[in-house]
């Protein structure tokens, strides 16, 4: 297999600055709709990049579970790898890869952690399962096995049996408020379709970008 002749053309559609809403939000809104409503897997899975105290990056794949004009949300150990980086520095960039459309939207902005109230909220909505994991696994933390994570997983269901699953003091959510969009719709020939909206002066300023 050639890597170099793996390729495909992109036919799914165009993107035009008539079509583009105003507003970053409501084209991303219509975008995860459309994308809802389509054939893709996880189709609120966005990778997450990340910088260290060093300027190393670091990406992972996480899920969004709630957007608004404010911003994007996401949970996550407080202890984890990710968390740690975004103590240090709060500029993050979001990619949602909706290949299947011929489609990725980044997002480029900086992080806030969520209130108290928004974590339980959310917390109290997740499956029993996901909330005992929460307690079972210290993310990013190295292990000798999966048994021992397995073990740690059955020791908090006996521990929490008799009643509700309490939300960890080190477990919480993030929101990225975006200070630029880009919509990339690809195109035939390799001649795609990219918009950048930045947020200048209290306004999004929209400009087309070449491929």
Same mark, same amino acid.
């Given at each position: 297999? +050639? ?25 991303? @809104?219509?975008?995860?709709?459309? @994308? ?45 790898? /990710? ?10 960039? *979001? ?17 806030? /952690?969520?209130?108290?109230?928004? $974590?339980?909220?959310?917390?109290? /909505? ?6 005992? @994991?929460?307690?079972?696994? /210290?993310? +990013?933390?190295?292990?000798? +096995? ?16 008799? !009643? ?11 929101? $990225? ?8 719709? !690809? ?10 909206? *930045? ?13």
């Amino acid at each position: 297999m +050639s890597l170099e002749d793996t390729r495909r053309e992109y036919q799914y559609g165009r993107l035009n600055r008539e079509s583009l809403k105003d507003c970053p939000f409501d084209q991303f @809104a219509l975008w995860m709709e459309q @994308a809802a409503q389509s054939d893709l897997s996880d189709p609120t899975a966005m990778c997450l990049a990340t910088v260290d105290a060093s300027g190393k990056p670091w990406q992972r794949t996480v899920l969004l579970k709630g957007f608004d004009r404010q911003g994007f949300l996401f949970y996550t150990n407080l202890g984890s790898r /990710k968390a740690k980086e975004m103590a240090g520095n709060p500029n993050v960039c *979001l990619i949602f890869p909706w290949m299947r459309m011929d489609r990725q939207v980044i997002i480029g902005g900086q992080v806030e /952690k969520l209130t108290k109230t928004e $974590v339980l909220k959310y917390f109290l /909505k997740r499956p029993r399962g996901s909330q005992l @994991a929460a307690w079972a696994s /210290k993310q +990013s933390s190295r292990i000798n +096995s999966r048994q021992a994570l397995e073990t740690q997983f059955l020791q908090m269901k006996d521990k929490f049996a008799a !009643g509700e699953v309490p939300v960890p003091d080190f477990w919480g959510g993030f929101r $990225v408020v975006p200070r630029e969009f880009e919509f990339w719709q !690809g195109g035939e020939n390799r001649l795609h379709d990219r918009f950048q909206y *930045l947020f200048e002066n209290g306004d999004w300023n929209i400009s087309r970008l070449a491929p």
